[in-house]
């Protein structure tokens, strides 16, 4: 192993190492309670599905097609949404994910703003779908 892959290891928190590499989360959900999705203008997209039950998230998942800044700021947004009400999901912006994840470079803390902006978009659309239910089946997603 050179220097500069050895530096990669060494430089990343086991918690943003974990979320680059754990996959659980990364699932497509047919007809969530709330989706969002926000593409950049490099291409990459990142998608959140979230379940809603009881006042709170219940489960959440995403799909990105992005770096693996763009997996580990995504997997981290749904992660830190599970089991939060809705107040409390609101609250979580790029510098949650960004602190989450303990060690984003600076330079690409715009993949949290990614992951941030399309998990407000799933809430807007989960409130979007409580006050309309028939919407859920209209989504595009």
């Given at each position: ?68 800044y763009s997996v580990a700021c995504a997997n981290a947004a749904v992660h830190l949404v599970e089991g939060k009400s809705l107040e409390e999901a609101w609250e979580i912006g790029p510098e949650t994910i960004a602190d989450y994840l303990e060690t984003l470079p600076q330079q690409e ?33």
């Amino acid at each position: 192993m050179d220097q500069s892959s050895l530096n990669f290891w060494e430089n990343h928190s086991l918690r943003f190492l974990e979320m680059v590499f754990r996959a659980d989360k990364r699932e497509v959900l047919r007809n969530p309670d709330g989706y969002g999705k926000r593409t950049r203008k490099c291409g990459d997209t990142v998608e959140i599905f979230l379940t809603f039950r009881d006042g709170r998230i219940k489960s959440a998942s995403f799909e990105t097609n992005g770096c693996m800044y763009s997996v580990a700021c995504a997997n981290a947004a749904v992660h830190l949404v599970e089991g939060k009400s809705l107040e409390e999901a609101w609250e979580i912006g790029p510098e949650t994910i960004a602190d989450y994840l303990e060690t984003l470079p600076q330079q690409e803390l715009h993949c949290a703003e990614l992951s941030a902006q399309a998990l407000h978009l799933a809430l807007a659309n989960l409130l979007q779908i409580k006050r309309s239910p028939w919407k859920r089946f209209y989504t595009p997603h």
